[in-house]
């Protein structure tokens, strides 16, 4: 079982905005970092450290984090957003890496 | 623009050993971390261990008993080991550059545990 936790499944009408979230104790320590994943393709990080986007990554996507709470909004969903997306962080110990169960984002 | 590549034998039998390379190009391994992380067909991901440059491991302690990742910075390789595999052992295996937060990985290889 994953010790982050995320809702399997959000939809969002096509230019509006979407919040996604994940909860984990680790959160109240550590930052959270988010994974997008297209099918049949490897995931690629859209944000880290809280809200830092890497070069490429559109600013339609932000993150923020509140307690053991992190969440990865998107501002104005396209349809190229339709994937998979996976937050992940250390866990309570500080040396492993964890992942969320993943949500999957459906832009109607 | 770094680069990281899987490789290593697509079926496995059960009870032998995964043995996964990653060849690392584009930059130097030094003073990061590389993991390896693998997604059995339609499920999430699964952090399945790291390793430091110098050599220092950590690894997941649902996998730690079969599991034995090593570096070689001179080759700008590091390998994956999972001894007794089972058809559980079947996914898609990808190894990354850990910041920790994971910024480049590779393309991923499928490993297929059957007889």
């Known amino acids: 079982s994953s010790e982050l936790t995320q809702d399997p499944a959000v939809s969002v009408a096509l230019g509006q905005t979407v919040r996604i979230t994940c909860q984990g104790d680790s959160l109240g320590s550590y930052y959270a970092s988010w994974y997008q994943q297209r099918p049949g393709q490897a995931p690629l990080l859209v944000m880290y450290?809280?809200?830092t986007r890497p070069s490429g990554i559109p600013d339609r996507f932000s993150g923020s984090s509140s307690g053991n709470t992190a969440s990865l909004t998107i501002t104005g969903a396209q349809a190229a957003d339709e994937a998979d997306y996976y937050c992940?962080?250390?866990?309570?110990?500080?040396?492993?890496?964890?992942f969320g169960g993943g949500t999957k984002l459906t832009v109607l | 623009q770094v680069q990281l590549q899987e490789s290593g034998p697509g079926l496995v039998r059960p009870s032998e050993t995964l043995s996964l390379g990653c060849t690392v190009s584009?930059?130097?391994?030094?003073?990061?971390?590389w993991s390896w992380i693998r997604q059995p067909p339609g499920k999430g991901l699964e952090w399945i261990g790291s390793?430091?440059?110098?050599?220092?491991?950590n690894y997941n302690l649902s996998l730690k008993s079969r599991v034995t990742i090593s570096v070689d910075t001179s080759k700008n390789q590091f390998s994956l080991k999972l001894s007794s595999v089972t058809a559980a052992d079947t996914a898609v295996y990808y190894c990354?550059?850990?910041?920790?937060?994971?910024?480049?990985w590779g393309q991923g290889t499928l490993v297929t545990v059957s007889s």
């Open positions: 992940g962080s250390r866990d309570s110990s500080g040396n492993r890496l964890v």
């Open positions: 584009g930059g130097s391994m030094n003073s990061y971390y």
């Open positions: 990354a550059r850990s910041q920790p937060a994971l910024d480049y």
């Open positions: 390793i430091y440059y110098s050599g220092s491991t």
């Open positions: 450290s809280k809200n």
